[in-house]
Every structure is written in structure tokens, then in C-alpha cells.
């Protein structure tokens, strides 16, 4: 029988699940690591456990349960790209959607009953309001944004209906990297607004292409919430703790309560890289919305936390990660 409980880790050699990986251990937590490696990186797992594979091998999650002494989950593992997901839709169903109800079915047989999901705000789709509350209308948009609502959704049912006790985190926009600059975000297929900031910062790049000048917003370009990957780590370290103590909400916004345009990145970021970095006006991206940040009260009453770093502490940190990390974790 393992000595110590561990908590098993899906998706942890990727951005978000290796800096939670890393938060949990420094926290003195035993983890393990469960990834396929098909995006993610064995550089970003460090010494921690890791056991190569797919959430969807019953035989592998039972195994590893069993050897770990697994009695909690965080599920990162799924694919990303919102985009891919409307051009690819049977992946996102197949990986996200039907990896997870396996992955259910494992961790039950083995005696595991709580998990904590990675969720996003693009489950509400185009809010009705801002900032966004948990009980708004769930209206994905994407196929992407989809898979995460299908799987909250059985979640909640899960945990209605047996001991599972599950909650789903409903990320705003990640971002930033590990202050000691060891960890980041790898941006070879990188969409999002910050990693692209950088790489036209650094000249890897065309000029940053700013999407849309014409918002109904202070300066006319989209306003999103920008949340410190490190503070999203926190964040999952608290719901891990409070699951622990007993019920939680079915779904928690994981942000800061406050918006930031692309131009006030793009300043933040020329600040801190003490440059002028190259960048042009052009259409809006389709599917965009103009503006939403999260309401964050629910996380601080039910999960007893908040964002702590600030717009310049992600782009100095994201700054750092990619100076030293042009290549990603290859180079
Ligand atoms: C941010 C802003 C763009 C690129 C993403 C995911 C979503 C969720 C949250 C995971 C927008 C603008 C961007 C560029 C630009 N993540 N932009 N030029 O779209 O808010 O949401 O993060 O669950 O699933 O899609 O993030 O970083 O792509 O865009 O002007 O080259 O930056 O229009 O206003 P988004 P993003």
C-alpha cells in the first residue's frame, strides 16, 4: 500500500498543469503526472513523476492510481485551439469530451472522488454582461468551448449523483510565466494575444496584428482578463484544499475582476521590453467579442482565493520566458 496520498496531475508537462505541478510539490503535495507528451514537455515536468500516457487507458490510470496512492485529480489534459477545434471537431470530441467520461470511469473504479476540472470562460460564449457571474447562460461558441461545457456538465451530475465531489474552473485569459523563468508558455502554435505580443517583440515574428480597432470599448480594441498562470495555480492548490473540507460550487470563475485592452497590453509589454514593438491595425478576428472580465466574488467566498500579480508581473514574466526560451523547452 503507498505511504502517501498523491494527487494525480492530467496534462501537467503542459503550461498551466506544469506550473500547478510545480506549485503543489513546493507546497509539499506528493503529484504525479499523467501526459501523453503530444504537446506537452518532459523539460517542464522537472523530477516529478511522470507517467507517459493517454486519460482514456483504463488499465495505465487504474495502474498509476493504485501505485501513487492517487485521492485527488486535476484534469488539464485536452486539446486547445479554439479554431482547430472548428476544423477538427472529432478530435475535441474524442480527446476532450469522451477522454474525460474514461478518465471518469477509471479514477471511480480506483477509488478516486474528487477532481478538479480545467474550464474556461468560453463556455459563456458572448456574454449578456460583464463581468461575467457563474450563473450566466452557458452559450459555447466553439467546438473547443463546447467540450468544456459537456464535461462540466457531467461533472455536476456526477457529484449530484454519487460520493464524486468534482468542481470546474472557468479560467479567463492565462498567461504570463513562472517568475524563475523556467517555465512557460511554448509558442510555436500559440494564438493568444500575449505569446504573439512577445514574439514580435523579439523580432520572431511579422508585426503584432491588432484585431479590431473599432470595439465598443476605451480604446477600441478587445478588453479580456489576463490572470498570472501562477495565480492560476494557486487557484487549483485552494479548490484542491477545499474539496477536501466538503461541497464547493459546481463551477468557479478563476480571473481578476478587471479587463485590460489589447493596446494597454501592448503598452504593458513595451514597458517592460523597453522597446517599440512592431505592430498593425487589421479586421477583427471572427468570433471575437469585444470585451469580457469575470466576476470574481465566488472565488474568493468559496474557494478562499484571488489574483495576486498584476498585467506587469505577466508580461515581465512572459517576457523573461521567452528571452530565455526562444525555442520553447527545445532550444
Ligand atoms: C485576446 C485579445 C483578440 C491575437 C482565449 C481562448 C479561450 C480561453 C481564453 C482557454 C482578443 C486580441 C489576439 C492577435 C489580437 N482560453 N488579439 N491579435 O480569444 O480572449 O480567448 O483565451 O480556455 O478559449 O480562445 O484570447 O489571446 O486569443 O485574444 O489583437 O494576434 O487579443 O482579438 O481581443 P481569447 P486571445
Known amino acids: ?18 506550473h500547478t505541478a510545480r506549485l503543489l510539490h513546493e507546497q509539499g503535495r506528493e503529484v504525479v503526472i499523467l501526459d501523453t507528451l503530444e504537446y506537452g514537455h518532459r523539460t517542464a515536468v522537472g523530477d516529478l513523476p511522470l507517467v507517459v500516457g493517454d486519460v482514456a487507458n483504463d488499465a495505465l490510470v487504474r495502474d498509476t492510481c493504485a501505485r501513487f496512492g492517487v485521492d485527488a485529480v486535476v484534469h488539464f489534459a485536452a486539446y486547445k485551439f479554439v479554431g482547430e477545434s472548428m476544423e477538427q471537431p ?18 471511480r473504479a480506483a477509488g478516486v472522488e474528487r477532481l478538479v476540472f480545467s474550464s474556461s470562460c468560453s463556455v459563456y460564449g458572448t456574454p449578456e454582461s460583464v463581468p461575467v457571474r457563474e450563473g450566466a447562460a452557458i452559450r459555447p461558441e466553439s467546438v473547443y468551448a463546447e467540450t468544456k461545457a459537456m464535461v462540466e456538465r457531467v461533472l455536476r451530475w456526477e457529484t449530484e449523483l454519487t460520493d464524486f465531489r468534482g468542481v470546474s474552473l472557468r479560467y479567463f485569459n492565462a498567461s504570463g510565466a513562472h517568475p524563475d523563468g523556467a517555465i512557460g508558455e ?41 490572470v498570472h498562470v501562477c495565480d492560476l495555480a494557486a487557484a487549483h492548490a485552494a479548490a484542491l484544499d477545499r474539496l477536501a473540507e466538503g461541497e464547493l460550487p459546481p463551477a468557479v470563475n478563476i480571473g481578476t475582476g478587471t479587463g485590460y485592452s489589447v493596446l494597454e497590453v501592448l503598452a504593458a509589454a513595451e514597458r517592460v521590453a523597453g522597446r517599440e514593438i512592431p505592430h498593425e491595425f487589421a479586421p477583427r478576428r471572427p468570433g471575437d467579442i ?33 528571452v530565455g526560451h526562444p525555442d520553447g523547452y527545445d532550444g
Do not use: F
Not at 198 to 214: E, F, I, N, T, Y
Open 186 to 226: 511554448v509558442w510555436d502554435r500559440a494564438q493568444n494575444l500575449i505569446p504573439l505580443v512577445m514574439k514580435a517583440a523579439l523580432g520572431r515574428s511579422a508585426p503584432l496584428q491588432v484585431r479590431g480597432d473599432d470595439y465598443p470599448t476605451r480604446d477600441g480594441t478587445g478588453v479580456r482578463d489576463y
Open 1 to 18: 500500500m503507498p505511504v502517501t496520498m498523491s494527487i494525480l496531475i492530467t496534462g501537467g508537462a503542459g503550461y498551466i498543469g506544469s
Open 290 to 322: 469585444a470585451a469580457v472580465w469575470g466576476d470574481t466574488s465566488l472565488s474568493v467566498k468559496a474557494l478562499r482565493w484571488r489574483a495576486t500579480r498584476s498585467l506587469d508581473d505577466i508580461v515581465a514574466t512572459a517576457w523573461q520566458w521567452h
Open 90 to 107: 472529432e478530435r475535441y470530441w474524442a480527446n476532450n469530451v469522451a477522454g474525460s467520461i474514461a478518465l471518469l470511469r477509471s479514477l
